[in-house]
């Protein structure tokens, strides 16, 4: 049987590649990158065998005419970056290994469980995978499981869909028959605006950050779904939406307060990072 062994949240924006790579970091990204290497620490110690990665496409290969609600990848070989992210920011071209064989355990699962997730043998890994990888897994050799959500293209699942992707997710996981050690790391964001006035200037919405922040602290799942509307995310900043990707973590960890949560302050934006030690 598979065993759950950490999950964990972090941001993915990529304007960071350039700025935490060279040989001195700005000092308001210092908090951030200590973020990633927090978490790459965490993660090295509980020794996973695949990776689930909850993330979002950005309108890079699925788009209104498409869209999937949730998707689960199940391939064995992942393409990463596409041509715009490394003209715009740098990321390199990558290749990730898959584990086709979880994959296909988390959809049957999802069946099972009420969740009808879509799936795909034919698709690319964008920057909401990547650049979380290459800090938390530098190597990039430890074979992932994507789970693509939309957080995208309205109308959107509700916040209460996505906890309830994250239960079904960590119930696959626990009755799969393979001999895994999985963890499960999801990519988004806190409050972020792209584009107009407030495009990347530092947090649109510190209220907004600090709030999401005390709820993966607490644990406090009713409070955060029922504040989680498509208005108060859109308010935030206008791809705040892809915060719901924590509720997936929540839902995996039962809603258990996190073991760790901060949200590190930088020019660009506030950075999430959130930790769930399973002992």
């Given at each position: 049987?598979?065993?759950?062994?950490?999950?964990?949240?972090?941001?993915?924006?990529?304007l960071l590649w350039r700025l935490l790579g060279g040989e001195s970091v700005p000092a308001d990204l210092r908090p951030t990158l200590d973020g990633f290497l927090r978490l790459r620490e965490s993660i090295a110690e509980a020794r996973p065998d695949v990776l689930v990665v909850v993330a979002t496409d950005h309108l890079t290969q699925w788009f209104y005419d498409n869209m999937p609600s949730f998707l689960i990848g199940k391939e064995s070989t992942i393409p990463a970056t596409f041509w715009n992210e490394e003209r715009e920011f740098g990321l390199p071209q990558a290749t990730l290994k898959g584990d086709r064989d979880l994959a296909r355990d988390l959809l049957g699962g999802g069946?099972?469980?009420?969740?009808?997730?879509?799936?795909?043998d034919d698709f690319r890994a964008d920057h909401s995978i990547?650049?979380?990888?290459?800090?938390?897994?530098?190597?990039?050799d430890i074979p992932i499981v994507p789970v693509f959500t939309n957080c995208m293209a309205p109308p959107l699942p509700k916040a209460s869909r996505f906890f309830e992707v994250g239960t079904a997710i960590r119930q696959s996981i626990l009755d799969s028959p393979l001999d895994r050690r999985v963890a499960v790391v999801a990519s988004g964001h806190l409050a972020t605006?792209?584009?107009?006035?407030?495009?990347?200037?530092?947090?649109?919405?510190?209220?907004?950050?600090?709030?999401?922040?005390?709820?993966?602290?607490?644990?406090?799942?009713?409070?955060?779904?029922?504040?989680?509307t498509y208005d108060r995310m859109r308010d935030a900043g206008n791809v705040?939406?892809?915060?719901?990707n924590f509720l997936v973590t929540m839902g995996v960890a039962e809603g258990a307060?996190?073991?760790?949560?901060?949200?590190?302050?930088?020019?660009?934006?506030t950075s999430p990072f959130f930790e769930w030690r399973m002992s």
């Open positions: 049987m598979s065993e759950l062994v950490g999950v964990y949240g972090t941001t993915h924006n990529p069946m099972e469980r009420g969740i009808d997730f879509a799936a795909s990547l650049l979380p990888l290459l800090y938390l897994t530098p190597e990039l605006e792209v584009g107009g006035p407030r495009h990347f200037a530092g947090s649109p919405d510190r209220a907004f950050d600090e709030e999401a922040v005390g709820w993966m602290r607490d644990g406090d799942v009713e409070k955060a779904i029922a504040s989680l705040t939406h892809q915060f719901l307060p996190a073991s760790y949560a901060d949200g590190a302050h930088s020019r660009f934006a």
